[in-house]
């Protein structure tokens, strides 16, 4: 078949010289997408749109001469013979109101050579028009059924035939009918190299794509030979970009050669994944609770996602794959019965995520960092890497991942192939000095699972005579630590734990300014210094105030105790009620003054660099710490009173009620059970990052 291979693009190039492998979509209605930047030359793109004599913009000058180039073309294909415009008038105009009814009116009108004329200027049929809307899914159907598989195939000026332009928009159900009715449409390729494959991978139509692929599965497609090669190899960028891991993870399995020819393929796959740091487990950004329910959650050994079926909201399922037992049919893992108690966790856990719709985003977020993963071991896989093959395939993703701190791509590199640590980017960085430079603590912590001689490469000069712990004192404070203390914590951690990594000669080496890394440090974090001293005083102040209300409120309350006095002894002096209430008052009072005397001692302290690290975080978390137990017994010693003055009889005594104790129980719990879980997420970063730092040392 002629249209089973990408139409030659030399007439384009003629036009537009260019020395790239693939020509992509420059114009058109759904723009383009390069999955490859290399390919692109954009030089000669402006040269040629310059020489159009075209006084706009360079862009926009491409796009009208490509535009008038494609028709001039199409025309030519087509004998000179432009549309008839006229006699398809009254169908466009129905076509734009909508008016289904009134299309299928109008095409009864005419005769069925109609439905494969092109309608537009731009050559497009009717079916290419209606595929853009669900709503007309019955009118493609009747057309479908009508015309023949050979005619199904009528393209635009862009090379695109209404499957194309259904799996542009993600029309499913009207790409399943027409790749069902003549399946080699599968295999053609429009001017921008998209097959009707590449087009819903492209914008992430997930159905789409999962029908193409049925269809391809269940035909006499050559899909083997289809899905090999860089045509392959662009699909997986594809879906790698929608985040659409488990299609392509299905795919890699399915077809043994896709993304996997060459080199270059699997430089490309890498490089996209290592380019998508949020969708890895190191880059999920979740709370401390959210952390323990990620942790938590389960999923068993190995996940796929069946690319014919698709996975439905209303149930959470996974694949269970026993690795143990041994392979068979070319290497596809024999799958494990789940038993009934493997059942009932799952619905169980279905049930848990109806009422917790947050797990359920934990859940699906874990599964695809666990198929992202998948798809980094495997691209790894089946290559004996040697140094000329890991610099060329592995030395730009992992620098890459290095940098956006995506520990997974690192550490699996790493097992394939240990001595990418001698491999620098353009500034002479290493993947351990660009995880200091980037801050990226989860990845430096690999350098402890490196062997001795590997370790001395973080301290190899770089750019301007710099060494690692130059670059450890330059100031790029984390943007997920919250409060400029904290963030300046951080920095000071780095610098001290890269110190005591590095040979006592780099900490006086001096680079081409003439400073020594102890100086770049302080010129550098001048400004985090005096934020971070502002926030300190800010947040004391702040709770400060609390403070001096509460020794207020307690000290009162000491003075005029409830109940009559007889002589100075409080009448309720012998009830346990009484005893409860004055310990709590006696507690509040004296822990509200220590933590009073806390955030004092930190507005009148020396805030330097050193004194963010320990001291001054310290400080703040007993401060906020006492400050919360003197809010609690100033509560509960306030309940306490209004008891006793509300169920005391005569005798005197206190008679306790339910009808007084459970409200009041309430109401004091509530205001402390807020303002723990108001600041629980600073309690928690101050622990942290002062008691258990990220950052380790060994």
């Known amino acids: 078949m002629a249209d089973q291979k ?36 954009e030089t000669k793109a402006e040269e040629s749109s310059s020489s159009s004599g075209i006084s706009i913009g360079r ?14 073309r199409k025309k030519e294909d087509e004998g000179n013979l432009e549309p008839d415009l006229a006699q398809y008038e009254d169908i466009w105009k129905a076509v734009v109101r909508e008016d289904w009814n009134e299309v299928e009116k109008q095409l009864q009108l005419l005769d069925e050579h109609a439905l494969t004329s092109p309608i537009t200027a731009f050559y497009e049929t009717i079916l290419h028009i209606l595929v853009n809307s669900e709503n007309a ?93 860089d045509n392959g190899a662009t699909i997986v960028q594809y879906l790698i970009s929608a985040n659409l891991f488990g299609i392509a993870l299905d795919m890699l399995k399915r077809y043994p050669k896709l993304g996997r020819d060459n080199l270059k393929q699997r430089k490309r796959i890498l490089k996209q994944l290592a380019e998508k740091p949020l969708e890895f487990e190191s880059g999920c950004k979740f709370g401390p609770w959210e952390r323990l329910i990620y942790k938590g959650i389960s999923v068993t050994k190995e996940i796929t996602i069946p690319s014919i079926q698709p996975e439905t909201d209303d149930s959470l399922h996974i694949n269970i794959v026993d690795k143990d037992n041994p392979t068979k049919d070319g290497g596809e893992l024999i799958k494990s019965s789940i038993n009934f108690f493997e059942q009932c966790r799952r619905q169980a856990f279905a049930i848990i995520c109806l009422i917790f719709p947050r797990v359920k985003h934990i859940y699906r977020t874990k599964v695809m960092n666990e198929q992202a993963r998948q798809l980094v071991k495997t691209m790894c896989a089946g290559v004996v890497w040697t140094f000329d093959n890991a610099s060329y395939a592995l030395k730009m993703p992992v620098l890459k991942a290095a940098s956006l701190g995506i520990r997974e791509i690192v550490e699996d590199i790493l097992q394939v192939y240990t001595a990418v640590t001698m491999f620098y980017d353009d500034n002479n960085y290493n993947i351990f000095q660009l995880a200091v430079l980037h801050r990226r603590e989860k990845v430096f912590n690999l350098i402890h699972k490196m062997g001795l001689s590997q370790k001395w490469v973080a301290s190899y000069p770089c750019k301007n005579k710099e060494n690692i712990l130059h670059l450890a004192g330059k100031c790029n404070p984390s943007r997920r630590i919250s409060g400029a203390a904290l963030q300046m914590q951080r920095e000071m951690q780095w610098f001290k734990v890269v110190e005591r990594f590095v040979h006592p000669l780099l900490l006086k080496e001096r680079n081409t300014e003439k400073k020594i890394p102890r100086e770049v440090f302080d010129d550098e974090h001048k400004e985090l210094v005096k934020e971070g001293e502002k926030w300190m005083r800010d947040t004391a102040s702040s709770c400060m105030v609390v403070d001096a209300l509460i020794i207020t409120m307690v000290f009162a309350a000491i003075i005029a105790v409830p109940g009559n006095n007889e002589k100075g002894i409080p009448n309720f002096r012998h009830e346990t009620l009484f005893k409860v209430f004055v310990i709590s008052d006696a507690a509040a009072l004296f822990s509200s003054s220590f933590s009073l005397l806390l955030f004092v001692r930190i507005l009148t302290s020396r805030q330097a660099a050193e004194d963010f690290l320990k001291r001054l975080p310290r400080k703040l978390l007993l401060g906020l710490m006492t400050l919360i137990f003197s809010i609690a017994t100033m509560l509960v010693a306030s309940s306490f009173a209004l008891i006793m003055v509300i169920d005391a009889v005569p005798g005197p005594k206190v008679m306790l009620r339910r009808e007084t104790i459970v409200p009041m129980t309430i109401m004091a719990a509530l205001p402390i059970v807020f303002f723990i879980w108001s600041q629980s997420y600073l309690l928690i970063d101050l622990l942290l990052s002062t008691y258990r730092p990220a950052i380790l040392c060994k």
């Open 137 to 229: 899914l019955w009118l493609v159907e009747k057309i479908v059924e009508k015309i023949d598989p050979e005619s199904l195939g009528k393209n635009d000026y862009q090379h695109d035939t209404a499957l194309t332009i259904a799996a542009y928009v993600g029309n499913s159900e009207a790409a399943n009918m027409m790749a069902r009715k003549n399946p080699e449409l599968l295999e053609r390729f429009n001017y921008s190299g998209d097959s009707p494959f590449h087009a819903a991978a492209r914008f992430g139509h997930e159905e789409t794509i999962r029908c193409l692929l049925s269809v391809a599965q269940t035909t006499q497609m050559d899909d083997q030979t289809f899905f090999s090669g």
């Open 59 to 72: 862009n926009q000058k491409n796009a009208e001469v490509m535009i008038r180039y494609l028709l001039d």
């Open 6 to 41: 990408l139409p030659t693009s030399k007439p384009l190039t003629g036009q537009f010289p260019s020395n790239t492998e693939t020509t992509f979509r420059i114009v058109g209605r759904f723009g383009n997408v390069n999955p490859d930047e290399d390919q692109q030359d």
